[in-house]
């Protein structure tokens, strides 16, 4: 039971948490004992659990798998020096999640009962929440459509599933990054700004590529013209121009991220210009050609704070500053951790404690 949720509790009798390697972490590859499950039926949410993690048993008909009913989020739980727990801004998230839900005809789920879920499931996986420097509790929520029914139209039935995963940093080292002008990500009118399933599927060939020459991540560019940065693969992207922080503004085509708003927030509080607008390849381009451009970097709940180490455009490679020398990356990096670790005041009200 919690505050605003009755969740029946199952736990596992075989814990592997013993067994597992805290000191390799796998990014998304080792998951805690339990998850999380609930379904949507009869217009509301209900049957809210926490089981030993393993198998579904589904149809093949469900409309998820044929039509595209499904997305997710991400967040993390970090373990403070004093044991405390805490979730960074489950809110932000869960009125991520609906407005995901909205976009794609699914339900909403009240964000009292997404926060009351992850705190449930948080807070019987403490144990698995490691404590190594860049390391956390990732959390993934996901809602996909249950109907066993094939025609193009919403399901009536939806499950929800909250996952969780001890992991170590995404990126280990700075990226060399290519800006993406012939695939596009999203467009005008489509749903680039949810977090749909059918998103990262149609992204996987570009990726493919891109890694097949080299490149660690892609910055995707508008679809219309591919003149103008928008998003990386795994994260929001930010520069630091003449002195600015400046990032493509959040559109039908990019994910309001709640790193990229954490980092915005942290820029504005320390008298940082910021400029939220479209952000053209070619003024990257003549920023880094003047040495101009002082920092580049991802900023995502998986990736952090991802250096841009170098990136290539028509046929160019352009290198840029050592990361370590970067003043604002690397001042955003030790706040967020120093916050998010319990090692300096949440002067924002960032973090969520797990009870």
Not at 72 to 101: C, I, M, Q, W
Not at 204 to 217: I, N, V
């Amino acid at each position: 039971m919690t505050d605003t949720l009755d969740i029946k509790i199952t736990k596992t009798q075989n814990s592997r948490l013993a067994q597992t390697d805290f000191s390799n972490l796998p990014f998304g590859r080792i998951f805690t004992d339990h998850m999380l499950v609930a379904d949507y039926a009869d217009g509301e949410w209900k049957n809210f659990e926490i089981v030993p993690y393993g198998e579904i048993g589904l149809s093949p008909a469900i409309s998820s798998l044929h039509y595209g009913q499904a997305f997710f989020e991400g967040l993390k739980a970090y373990k403070h020096a004093d044991g405390k727990v805490t979730v960074f801004r489950p809110e932000k998230n869960g009125a991520r999640f609906n407005k995901s839900a909205e976009r794609l005809c699914m339900p909403e789920l009240p964000v009292e009962m997404f926060i009351s879920s992850i705190d449930a499931l948080v807070d019987m996986e403490r144990d698995w929440i490691p404590t190594s420097p860049g390391h956390s509790l990732y959390i993934r929520p996901v809602m996909f459509a249950a109907d066993p029914f094939l025609g193009v139209s919403p399901s009536k039935t939806y499950k929800f599933v909250v996952l969780t995963c001890p992991v170590g940093p995404y990126f280990t080292k700075p990226l060399r990054v290519k800006f993406e002008t012939h695939y596009t990500r999203a467009a005008e009118g489509g749903f680039g700004y949810a977090k749909a399933a059918g998103n990262y599927g149609g992204s996987m060939l570009p990726f493919k590529k891109a890694a097949e020459e080299g490149f660690d991540q892609i910055i995707w560019t508008d679809a219309k013209e591919h003149l103008y940065a928008e998003e990386m693969g795994a994260a929001n992207v930010m520069f630091v121009l003449d002195g600015k922080l400046i990032t493509p503004s959040t559109r039908d085509t990019i994910l309001d991220g709640v790193t990229r708003d954490t980092v915005l927030a942290l820029a504005r509080h320390w008298g940082v210009e910021v400029e939220e607008r479209r952000v053209s390849i070619a003024e990257i381009v003549e920023g880094a050609k003047t040495s101009k451009l002082t920092d580049a970097f991802g900023a995502g709940t998986a990736a952090t704070i991802a250096p841009v180490g170098a990136f290539h455009y028509d046929g160019v490679d352009y290198t840029l500053s050592d990361p370590s020398t970067r003043e604002f990356s690397q001042k955003v990096l030790k706040t967020l951790d120093a916050i998010r670790y319990g090692n300096a005041e949440d002067a924002f009200g960032w973090n969520h404690p797990v009870a």
